[in-house]
């Protein structure tokens, strides 16, 4: 099983970043795939979650409206369009997948938003 992150960087406030997580030796289309992030001395939180055909999507509240996630299944791929960052989501994302009652993650990619 391997989760693969990328599409991490650099950007200005304001500015956007894609994130990307492809997925292998699982079950990616019937998986609930999700986005965390984690800052220094914080908790790791669930940033955003898909269902397995994308029908339903959740987001924690800071990034409503700022943040898309989708999933293209043909391709075991996940996507993250962040919009309008902010400071504060300077983070290491993560992706997970959740198959058959098993979490699989991945190993991570940081996200910088700084002037």
């Known amino acids: 099983v391997q989760l693969v992150e990328s599409g991490g960087g650099v950007a200005q406030p304001g500015g956007s970043l894609r994130l990307s997580c492809t997925g292998s030796g699982f079950g990616f289309s019937r998986s609930i795939m999700s986005w965390h992030r984690q800052a220094p001395g914080k908790e790791r939180e669930e940033v955003a979650r898909?269902?397995?055909?994308?029908?339903?999507?959740n987001y924690t509240d800071s990034v409503k409206g700022r943040f898309r996630i989708s999933r293209d299944n043909p391709r075991n791929t996940i996507y993250l369009q962040m919009n309008s960052l902010k400071p504060e989501d300077t983070a290491v994302y993560y992706c997970?997948?959740?198959?058959?009652?098993?979490?699989?993650w991945g190993q991570g990619t940081q996200v910088t938003v700084s002037s």
């Open positions: 997970k997948a959740y198959s058959g009652s098993v979490e699989y």
């Open positions: 898909i269902i397995n055909h994308g029908g339903y999507t």
